[in-house]
C-alpha cells in the first residue's frame, strides 16, 4: 500500500518561511514523479512544483517560481518543499502526489497516490 504522508503546515506571518515534508512509502528507487499541490477553499486544485525520483528535473508552477523549492531526501524517502517570501494567497491545504514514470507534469491527474493535506495559512 502507498502511503504518502505530509508534515510541516502551520500558521505564519506574510515574508516568512515554512518547510513542508511528505514521507513516502513506495520504494522510490524507481523513476516516480513526485509533486506538489495546493487547493484554497472554493478553488481547484493546483500544481506547484515536480520532481523526478533522484532529486531531477525540478518543475515549477508561474505562481511560486522563485519562492519555492522542491527537492528530496533519497535516505529518508522525503520530498520536501521549502516555501520562502509566503503571500496571504498562499494560505491553503497543500497536499504531496506521486505517480510513476518520467515525465513530470503539473497536472493533476496524471498522479496516483496522494497524502490527506496540511494546512498552510499565511495572514497579512
Known amino acids: 500500500q502507498v502511503q504518502l504522508v505530509e508534515s510541516g503546515g502551520g500558521s505564519v506571518q506574510a515574508g516568512e518561511s515554512l518547510r513542508l515534508s511528505c514521507e513516502v512509502s513506495?520504494?522510490?528507487?524507481?523513476?516516480?514523479?513526485m509533486g506538489w499541490f495546493r487547493q484554497s477553499p472554493g478553488a481547484e486544485r493546483e500544481g506547484l512544483a515536480t520532481?523526478?525520483?533522484?532529486?531531477?528535473?525540478?518543475t515549477y508552477a508561474d505562481a511560486v517560481k522563485g519562492r519555492f523549492t522542491i527537492s528530496q531526501d533519497k535516505d529518508k524517502n522525503t520530498v520536501y518543499l521549502q516555501m520562502n517570501m509566503l503571500k496571504p494567497e498562499d494560505t491553503a491545504m497543500y497536499y504531496c502526489?506521486?505517480?510513476?514514470?518520467?515525465?513530470?507534469?503539473?497536472?493533476?491527474?496524471?498522479?496516483?497516490?496522494w497524502g490527506q493535506g496540511t494546512q498552510v495559512t499565511v495572514s497579512s
Open positions: 513506495i520504494d522510490t528507487s524507481g523513476n516516480y514523479c
Open positions: 520532481i523526478l525520483t533522484g532529486g531531477r528535473f525540478p
Open positions: 502526489a506521486a505517480r510513476r514514470g518520467w515525465d513530470c507534469r503539473l497536472v493533476i491527474n496524471d498522479y496516483i497516490y
